[in-house]
Nanobody, 125 residues
């Protein structure tokens, strides 16, 4: 089992920044990637960003490229999502996920086994 705990959500004005963190614990040897997903009001859960440390590759949704960046601590104990130039449409519950997705599933919900509880991000003036 792997446990994931998110932190860092909150209320921010348009154009502002937030940094989300996902702390990982447990049998982390079972995973090789961590992703961030979000679910806005009345919307389906969607992929935001992911890091696959087996290949050192980063993945981003088109809607956040150039504004969000994902990083990890050297010991893989935490993965962070830096969110800049936030827009009202970024408002959502953000969840981190972990697992062993393959290239074709790393941007999909089904690619991940473990999920955090989520943290609310609200972008509003």
């Amino acid at each position: 089992q792997v446990q994931l705990v998110e932190s860092g959500g909150g209320l921010v004005q348009p154009g502002g920044s937030l940094r989300l963190s996902c702390l990982t614990s447990g049998h982390t040897g079972e995973i090789n990637a961590v992703g961030w997903f979000r679910q806005g009001p009345g919307k389906e859960r969607e992929f935001v960003a992911a890091f696959r440390w087996a290949t050192g590759r980063f993945y981003y949704a088109d809607s956040v490229k150039g504004r969000f960046s994902i990083s990890r601590d050297r010991d893989n104990s935490a993965v962070h999502l830096q969110m800049d130039s936030l827009k009202p449409e970024d408002t959502a519950v953000y969840s981190c996920a972990a697992g062993r997705p393959i290239v074709s599933t790393i941007q999909t919900v089904r690619g991940y086994t473990y999920w955090g509880q989520g943290t609310q991000v609200t972008v509003s003036s």
